[in-house]
């Protein structure tokens, strides 16, 4: 009875698409996606497992990183996302957290939300130097795997899910990133989504995250002056010259990601669907 | 399915495709992290690089992150003080006279606090600001020894944190300050399936494939091997073969050929896919790696 009647609850709520992010270039890799699936009726989740303590410029990590979560929340909301939950791990310190902690707290967020998709970093792209991607996307993806099966964390007392859709997404400095994998199933293939009706969106959502946009202009603005170089943009850097270089940016990764397609402006992932589990003969 | 494009291509192997040639990356000084005291030179790197860029005026640093207590059949302490005079004999053919001992525990390094290494390496990439980082590509597939790895990952990260004020700047009160160097070249064996994803192959004249060879050599600890004559004339002539250069010199010169033919032999192999006569292959990180929607910005606009 208690089952029949957790069914026709979930049945009724909208379905969600959950993101887990290791930093905050979770917006620039994914938020064109999640605002086209929350443009179709799912509900979001953006979950925030660093704290991006480093994303300052002359303030203290503590500070950052409450900026960063408000602003975080604030780019969310713009995004139409429902929910954030920041888990607050010190940024560039990921890989000191125990893998089992950070996955079962992420399995227990699958069993309660229930996505209908998951979009996650990718612990298996290549020549990304930030590996906090990399712990979380490991961790997210073990999470994915183990919340089907009834044995993992029985206290929870919450019934095993699978998501039946998942999207891997990195930065895109993996140059065999666009690699098919030998076979269909059991594997996540490239895709590349079209995200220009919503890019408007991403840009808006990421003239949020006024902190990071900040400390990245801040940060450029020193490497090219050690090198003897200056950038016109930022002869003087303020918010409105940073958030400028965040649209460069994202018109640039938009263009890298539409690249071999007929999309003006795209995202690429790997991706996992039903084809995932069930081999494409027996589809048809 | 329709509003994506899934991607169908086939893909080519990457292993044994032309490489293209890169220039000598400008600077002055060069900082070479390893696990390990032969590390510098093997079959699979980088002494060739190494030499080159010293002779083009660079100043070079190695840091070496082990103990290597396991290389050699002298007990680990005796192993240790060995290997790190051969590194600093091995070293000095490439034009290296610095060498930074780090000792943590050799093939232990799964269970080391990785953090802290990548704090040291931060520290000495702020203390020697070099222009071009070498180390182990941490990306390379099916790497089985775990120090290569772990080194590679804590260095690959020191590399881009080392630049940013926010990260350690207790550090500033030792006197450093934040240094982002300029490229990032990592290493790895191609002979392993596809192990090394190289993208660019650095070419190597006779002095620099020569004092590779001698970098090498210098390692008598873990490379010199008098049987092997022995063994592969034994070897061969089980296959009615017979190898008269080898069998013409002594059992010490021989051990020494053998390691020439071995070096001689990778060099060509990657300098036959870059068009040259002697090559190493790296993975390189340039300077806007980390930044690809900004790279062509950057290139049209930063002056
Ligand atoms: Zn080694």
């Known amino acids: 009875m208690r089952r029949r009647q957790f069914l026709l609850a979930a049945a009724a709520a909208p379905k969600t698409v959950m993101v887990v992010a290791a930093d905050a270039r979770w917006l620039e890799c994914c938020a064109g996606l999640v605002a086209r699936q929350l443009a179709a009726g799912l509900r979001g989740l953006l979950v925030r497992v660093g704290d991006d303590r480093l994303e300052g410029w002359n303030m203290p990590p503590e500070q950052a990183a409450w900026r960063n979560r408000l602003e975080a929340e604030a780019a969310a909301k713009v995004l139409g996302l429902a929910e954030v939950v920041s888990f607050g791990y010190p940024a560039s310190e990921l890989r000191n957290v125990p893998h089992t902690t950070l996955r079962d707290r992420l399995l227990t967020l699958i069993r309660r939300h229930r996505p209908a998709v998951l979009v996650i970093p990718n612990p298996h792209t290549e020549h990304d130097r930030n590996l906090d991607s990399y712990y979380a996307g490991a961790a997210a993806e073990d ?42 199933a059991f594997v996540p293939q490239p895709v590349q989504v079209d995200i220009s009706p919503w890019f408007a969106q991403k840009l808006a959502a990421a003239r949020e995250l006024k902190t990071v946009n900040r400390a990245r202009a801040e940060r450029l603005r020193e490497r090219l002056a050690a090198a ?14 940073a958030a400028r270089l965040a649209e460069e940016n994202l018109r640039g990764l938009a263009a890298l990601g539409a690249e071999g397609s007929n999309y ?3 995202e690429e992932f790997r991706y996992a669907g039903v084809e995932y589990g069930i081999p494409a003969k027996y589809l048809r | 399915m329709c509003k994506w494009l899934l991607w169908m291509a086939v893909a080519a192997a990457a292993t044994g495709q032309p490489l293209p040639l890169g220039e000598l990356p400008r600077g002055k000084v060069v900082l070479i992290a390893q696990p390990h005291h032969d590390d ?10 190494i030499a080159r860029l010293i002779e083009n005026g660079y ?52 269970p080391i606090p990785l953090n802290e290494l990548r704090e040291q390496l931060i520290f000495l990439i702020r203390k020697y600001k070099p222009d071009v980082v070498l180390g182990h590509n941490p990306w390379e597939h099916y790497q089985k020894n775990p120090d290569h790895r ?55 004249n006779e002095t620099q494939q020569r004092k590779k060879e001698l970098a090498i050599a210098a390692h008598r600890n873990v490379y010199h091997n008098p049987g092997a004559k022995k063994a592969y004339l034994a070897a061969l002539a089980g296959e009615g073969k017979a190898l008269p250069e080898l ?9 020494d050929l053998i390691l020439h033919w071995w070096m001689n032999w990778i060099s060509r192999d990657i300098g036959r896919r870059a068009g040259v006569k002697y090559a190493e292959d790296y993975y390189h990180l340039d300077r806007w790696d980390d930044l690809p929607g900004l790279r062509n910005y950057l290139q049209r606009n930063a002056r």
């Open chain 1, 228 to 241: 003897g170089q200056r950038l016109p943009l930022l002869a003087t850097v303020d918010d409105a010259a």
């Open chain 2, 40 to 49: 510098h030179t093997t079959d699979y790197g980088m002494g060739g690089f």
């Open chain 2, 150 to 204: 772990n080194v590679g990952r804590a260095l690959v990260e020191a590399y881009w944190m080392a630049g940013d004020r926010n990260v350690h700047p207790e550090h500033f009160a030792l006197g450093v300050t934040p240094h982002a160097a300029r490229h990032f070249y990592g290493k790895g064996r191609l002979d392993w399936g596809l192990g090394q994803q190289s993208n660019v192959a650095i070419a190597l």
């Open chain 2, 247 to 255: 069998a013409a010199v002594d059992d010490n010169t021989a051990s």
């Open chain 1, 264 to 266: 003006a402006l795209a």
């Open chain 1, 143 to 184: 999470a994915w795997h183990a919340a089907r099966f009834a044995n993992y964390l029985p206290a929870l007392a919450l019934e095993p899910y699978v998501t039946p859709e998942v999207y891997y997404y990195a930065p895109p400095v993996d140059p065999r990133r666009r690699e098919p994998e030998a076979a269909a």
């Open chain 2, 59 to 110: 100043r070079g640093v190695y840091i070496r992150a082990s103990n290597d207590e396991k290389d050699g059949r002298n007990g680990y302490a005796q192993n240790d003080i060995i290997n790190l005079r051969e590194a600093r004999a091995g070293l000095r053919h490439l034009g290296v006279d610095e060498v930074v001992s780090l000792n943590w525990r050799n093939d232990f390094m799964n």
